[in-house]
């Protein structure tokens, strides 16, 4: 048995290694040597159609973020120049009437002006002995904060109050206003952003590949935000203090 199994093995294998020489190994040749080719050219054909696709879905999204861009730029421009028309302008205007109001009032106001002078002036020594010394805290505690107590006291209206009107260690109210105060509102609207104008420029530059833009904030903003004095108030219209001769 084991001679005969010997001989059907070797048979079998070459049967085996026969049918794959000549019959297997052919057919799959030429199956690769016909189709393959079909292959490569309807790959390269897909990748071609492809490439198309990309090229003309690129061309449309840089089209469409250049027009977005531009409609971006002519109503930033339009907002911008109505900003300064309605906003910007009567604002400064404000600066340009203090002005004015200083110039108009200047002959009222010299001797006022030269009082406060002389009155700094003769201060600045004692400040300086007081600063030496370092009893700045306690005469402003005990000095400036208890005369400011009795101006409020006499100058202010109220029930603890008499209300008189007129102040001991500060200008008259119409000298203040007319000479020291030149109140300037805050401008009315903020300048307009320019956050969706950077957004619809970094869509444009970045056309070819897509990108969700990151938040953007305009900081140039912030100058516009808070309210401004043009001219501000001595200290003998204000709180005295030994720190700032201008407090």
């Given amino acids: ?3 005969f199994d010997g001989i059907w093995n070797a048979i079998e294998g070459f049967l085996k290694s026969a049918l794959n020489t000549f019959v297997v ?4 040749s030429a199956f690769h040597f016909i189709v393959d080719p079909i292959s490569n050219v309807i790959t390269d054909i897909i990748n071609k159609v492809n490439d198309f696709i990309t090229l003309v879905l690129i061309l449309f999204n840089c089209t469409m973020a250049l ?6 730029v002519c109503i930033y421009i339009g907002a911008f120049a109505t900003w300064v028309l309605m906003d910007f302008l009567p604002w ?4 340009f009437q203090c002005t004015l109001k200083i110039i108009f009032n200047l002959r009222i106001c010299m001797f006022w002006y030269l009082v406060d002078a002389i ?3 003769s201060c600045i020594l004692p400040r300086f002995i007081i600063w030496l010394i370092g009893i700045e805290n306690l005469v402003n505690e005990y000095v400036w904060n208890s005369l400011e107590k009795l101006d409020k006291y006499i100058h202010d209206d109220g029930p603890d109050n008499l209300g ?3 102040h001991i260690i500060h200008f008259p109210d119409s000298v203040k206003e007319e000479c020291y105060t030149c109140n300037i509102q805050p401008i009315a609207h903020n300048m307009p952003s320019t956050c969706d104008l950077t957004k619809k420029y970094s869509e444009f530059i970045n056309c070819r590949d897509p990108q969700n833009p990151k938040k953007c904030k305009s900081k140039i903003n912030k100058f516009f935000e808070k309210s401004s004095t ?5 200290s003998i219209n204000a709180k005295p203090s030994m720190k700032d001769p201008n407090a």
């Fill in 1 to 3: 048995m084991g001679l």
């Fill in 25 to 28: 190994n052919p057919i799959t």
């Fill in 67 to 72: 027009f977005n861009f531009i409609s971006a």
């Fill in 92 to 95: 400064t205007g404000q600066y």
């Fill in 119 to 121: 009155i700094h002036t």
């Fill in 164 to 166: 008189t009107g007129y």
């Fill in 230 to 234: 043009a001219v501000k108030s001595n």
